[in-house]
Each structure stands twice: as C-alpha cells, then as structure tokens.
C-alpha cells in the first residue's frame, strides 16, 4: 500500500504557519511586557522542527532544532532574552518562515542571512549569558536527576490515517534514555479481519531518563489527540500498588490512606477529553460549496419570477412552498457564507511586528493597540486587504507618529501610541487606523498639489480639509522631505485606495493638527453575494449596490442646472450633486429611453469614495439578491461594470462600479471637466447671485 503524503506534508506547512505566528507574538510579548509564556514558544519552535524533520524537509528541521535549543535555555532560566537576543529570534522566524513558503511554492531558495543568524544563536549557546531575566522565571516542572518512568501509550486505531508513526515516537523515547518496551497485541484481530489502515498495537514503557517533563511530552505532541497517553514515576506506581495492597488489608476496617499518585496524563484533562469542534476543509471545497448555493439562490429567483405569474388562489400551496423555499435558501446562503469568514485577526497579528521594525528603524517609541480582533470577514477579504492595511500601518508610524524629543516638545508622551479596531457597521466591516501624531499638515499638501497641477491657487481656497486629505492618495504624491527605504516615493498610497475600491470597499480620512490621524476602511463582508437595487436604462438592467445608495427621488426641472462647461448639477434639499444620466454613459439613448427628461426618469443618489452623485435611470425595478459573476474572466474588462448576475427571468444584468463610473463619464466629457470643486462652487454662487437679484 502506498500512502500519499503530500496531504499530511500540506498540514503540516498551514500548522507551521501558525506555530509561527504563536512564536512571533510571543517573542513579540516578551520584548514588550518583559514576560511571556516561554514553554508555549518553545512548543511552538518544537512542533515546527518535529514536523519537518517527519516529512524531510531537513533544512527546515536544522535550523529550527538551534531555535529550539536557544528558546530551551531561555525557558529554563540559562539564557537572559536580552533586547538584541530577541531580535535575532525575530530575525530567525523570518528565516523559517521564508523556507516553509519555499517548500510550499516548490522552489530551492536559501533566505538570505541565513547562515548569519545560525551563526549568531550558536554564539548564544556556546556563550550564554548567565541570569534570569525580569519577570521570567525557570519553568521547568521536573528535575533534571535521573528517574525511571512508566509510560502507557495506546494509539486509537485511526491513529496511522494522520501520518503518525508510532515505531517513529518509541525510537525518539529511545533517545532520552534507556528503555524496556511490552508490546500488547491483545486487539489484533484475525489475518483476514485485518484493516491495514488501523492501528490494533499497545505499549508499556520503562524510561530511565534525566529528561524533563516537558521533553518527554514532546515526544507525543503530534498524537496527543489520537493516542491515550500517561506518564507515571516508578516510584508513583508502587506506592499505587502498595496503597491498593494496604487497603485491602484494612477493608474490615473501611479506613484506608491513599497515597498521592503522580500521574502526568494530559488526556485525564475534562477540557483534552472533548472531542475536536474543528476539521480542516480544503478552500477549494469551500469555493464549490460557494459556487453551487450562488446557483440555488440563482434557480429560486427563477421559481420565484414563474410563481408571480399563477393564480394566487389556485395556486395558494404551491406560492406558500415557494416561500418557505425562498426563506430556506437564504438561511442556507448565510450558514454556507459564515464558513468562509475568519477573525480578522489573522491580519491584525501581522502588525506588531510591522509596527515594531518600522518603529525601529525610524528611531521611534510606538505602541500598538488593537480592538475587534474578532470581528468576522470573508477569508479573500481578509487576504486581499493585508497588504493595504499593512501599508497604512507603517504610514502611520512613519507620517503619523514624531520623534520622541518633538513629542515631548509638544507635551505629548515619548511614546506614540496606534490603535486599530474593527467593528461591524451595516454590511459592512469598518476597520480604522487611527494614531496620536502630529496630523496631516493642510498647507503643505495643498502646496504639493499646485506643484503638481491637480489644483490651482484660486481653487485651493474652497477645498474642505476632507477634499484636501484625499490628494495623498494621488499617483506620485508624496509630501515627505526626503527619500528612504520606508517612504518618500509618492507610491503606495495610491494602490492602497485603489486595492479597497477593488474589493467594493471605500477609505476615508480625518485628521487634527498635533493630534493625530484618523484612516477609516469600509469593506463589504463578502464579493459572492450582494443586495443590489434593479434599474432600468432603455431595454437594459443594471445593478447598483444597496450599500451605496442614499436615496430616490423624482427632480422637478428647476432643480437641474447646467454649468459653463456642460457639467449638470442638480440641487436636492440645497445639497448639490453632480448628476449622471446612465443612458448617456452607457449609450443606451432609445426611443423608449425616459431619463433623457427630468421630469419622467428617477434620480438615484449614490456614495463612493466619500463623494456623492446623482444617476439617472429610467425606472427602479425593486431589490435583489444577485451572485456575482467575473465578467474580465469570462470576457473582458468593461470600466463601469464590476461584474454581471443572472435575473430570476434568465436575463444578464450588469453590476454597476459606481468608481469606474466616475471615471468613464470624465472620459466622456459628462462629468467635471474642470475641476468637480470649482463646478459645486459655481453652483452656489449661482444661487446666491439668483437669491439676491429676487
């Protein structure tokens, strides 16, 4: 029989993935705190070396083992964790985890430093630094004398399906001393009722080893969940044995003194006895599951189009089946939906290590703190908003955040500080980078932006602050007096906006003077499914968002105006708007097109990117819940449409991309020509220059 192992080798690299993300916060931890849980990170640094050196990828396995051992010492008081021994740690879960990423993508790739880093834990051992460190204590919670122990290992018979070997766990007890293994073969059953995949074989050990606790149960780390497992003293069990023998001399009596039995059995634990919640699920098993309820939600708009056309009286029990139906189908969309959300952790725990080496190398004191870091969001949202979000992160640290001398200059603390939250605000998850710095600085982005052409002095004026803080995200655009490694470059925040506006997200800004910051991300919670509001353009249907609309309204035609530059303006409750008629744009000008007039189309008022506009349509046609198709996959890219559903009719209706939309129709000469601000501000002055002469 052949097993496969490239599963188990995959398991094994998404665990080391997170065994580094627990190494990387611990140390994280310490550095910050003085204190940390160092037998958490040297399993972690454990795990990691025993699982690649099981699967051969002995690079990993080598240089993991020094970790190990570095981490050892420092868990039991023989090494201090001094600032810079830290970073060398930190610089070494770098290292592994660049060659667990090089396993992954099938490539042969040396990370760079390598061979310094070893060299530099080596030197740590070989030369440790004697002492304890503040707030660390040994952990170790047996002593190093020499004992014999008796160890009863029973695998559960599914054991050898999770790659475990256990001939592999005796020969590792083997190393820690000197063994006398009993082998029960008391369950094998027949020749013929044998299954080679289970397992039927038991074990008594006798270890006579000076290994600690911790060492022995690390040997069992990789079956703990599917072996029953316990570790006595010898010792522990003759006087078992002896109490046992007492008691029953005394049982005329009823009086009998136990003694204390030294068992170390991690699955006598009320907590280790339950069975596992969780299953690994490949994600393109999940993507079908995705895939296949977006057809159903599809299919029952379709069941439901064709019901609206029967007699409801004829038909009462099959319409009240249709909407049970409906209600099940949604219920089952949302339970299917939840499987692919995650804590929004997983990107959250990047950052204090970005904030740490941004911090480091600018010479800066900052401290980070986080909230809602339990907030769920669809797992390629998450994947997908890392980068710009670390980007964020590291702006705030770099632009946000001053020196430690100007902050006290300022009677501020030394130490700056970020926080980052993420809470649920409609549909959508909110995520806000917000930090105590010296704030965005008005004079000198405009300064910038004239420099630059984006603007003219005569129009600098009328900018509000929140029209001003959006020209950093312009291509190019960098207010930084000098260039480095971290910033400068006038790239970066522009793919920030533009990779949130990819995922149908917005990001807006707030800022105060010598008070800090404020970048505030919204982010659908998913790109599957959407609410979206049907229209009518012509013989044609369009979607827009529910998310994004503000409002409905019939104009009358005084409150459209027409600018010097051809640009329409239309004026709702004394708020202008720039107005879009969707027929112009998307060339859908037929006979049986009304939004041509004012007064027979409805204006819908949009939001995106902070900036609000009026569409002309036709006809509203009510709310749907549509799954979204990739047009550019299928076809190509079309600028205004972010994708394509299928109607309850079977027709195609576009997705509209309120982003692209605004672009499309600059383009086409719809939309602000000049300047959009200085076309609001004729607007107004317009209306003053109207409300005076009457």
Known sequence: MTIDMAQFQ??????????????????????????????????????????????????????????????????????????????????????????????????????????????????????????????????????????????????????????????NIIRELANLGEIEVSCHTDEVPLLSDIDPEKMYLSWDIQLSTDATTEEIEDVFVFVEDDAEISIETRAAVQSEQQSKSKESETSTTGKSEEKPKQQINKKENAEANKESIFIRVAIDKVDQLINLIGELVTTNAMVEQCSKKLDADENQTLKSAVVEMSSHTRNLQE???????????????????????????????????????????DKTVIEKIVDPLTHLVRNAVDHGIELPERRQECGKPAEGTIKISAYHRGGNVVIEIQDDGAGLNREKILKKAIEKELITTETAADLSDEDVWNFIFDSGFSTADKVTDVSGRGVGMDVVRKNIQALGGAVHIQSEIEKGTCFTVSLPLTLAIVDGMALRLGRETYIIPILNIIESIRLQPEQCRTMQDGVEIVDIRGEYFPLLRLSEVFGTTEENTTSQDINAGITVVVESDQTRLALQVDELLGEHQV????????????????????????????????????????????????????????????????????
């Open 10 to 167: 995959l398991t094994f690299l998404e665990e080391a993935a997170e065994h580094l993300v627990d190494l990387e916060s611990g140390l994280l931890e310490l550095e910050q705190h003085g204190q940390t849980d160092m037998s958490a990170i040297f399993r972690a640094a454990h795990s990691i070396k025993g699982g690649a050196a099981t699967f051969g990828f002995e690079s990993i396995a080598e240089f993991t083992h020094v970790v190990e051992f570095v981490l050892e010492k420092a868990r039991d008081g023989e090494l201090k964790p001094t600032e810079e021994l830290t970073s060398q740690l930190l610089q070494s879960v770098d290292i592994i985890s660049e060659m667990v990423k090089a396993v992954r993508e099938g490539t042969d790739v040396t990370p760079e430093g390598r061979e310094d880093c070893l060299a530099a834990l080596q030197g740590y051992i070989e030369n440790p630094d004697r002492g304890t460190a503040v707030g660390l204590e040994p952990t170790s919670t047996s002593s190093p004398e020499s004992r014999l122990l008796q160890i009863t290992f029973k695998p559960k018979p599914s054991m050898p399906a999770t790659g475990s070997d256990a001939a």
């Open 335 to 377: 339970a299917i939906m939840g499987i692919r959300m995650m804590p929004i952790d997983f990107a959250f725990s990047r950052f204090p290590r970005t904030v740490r080496d941004t911090a480091s190398k600018l010479g800066k004191q900052v401290n980070l703190e986080t909230t809602g870091n339990q907030t769920e969001l």
């Open 627 to 694: 799954v979204i198709k990739n047009v550019e996959d299928n076809y190509r890219k079309i600028q205004g449409i972010s994708g394509a559903t299928i109607l309850g009719d079977g027709r195609v209706a576009f997705i509209i991309d309120l982003s692209g939309l605004v672009k499309l129709a600059r383009e086409n000469g719809r939309f602000a020509k000049a300047s959009k601000f200085g076309a609001l501000k004729m607007a107004q002055t317009t209306q003053r220059q109207e409300e005076v002469a009457a």
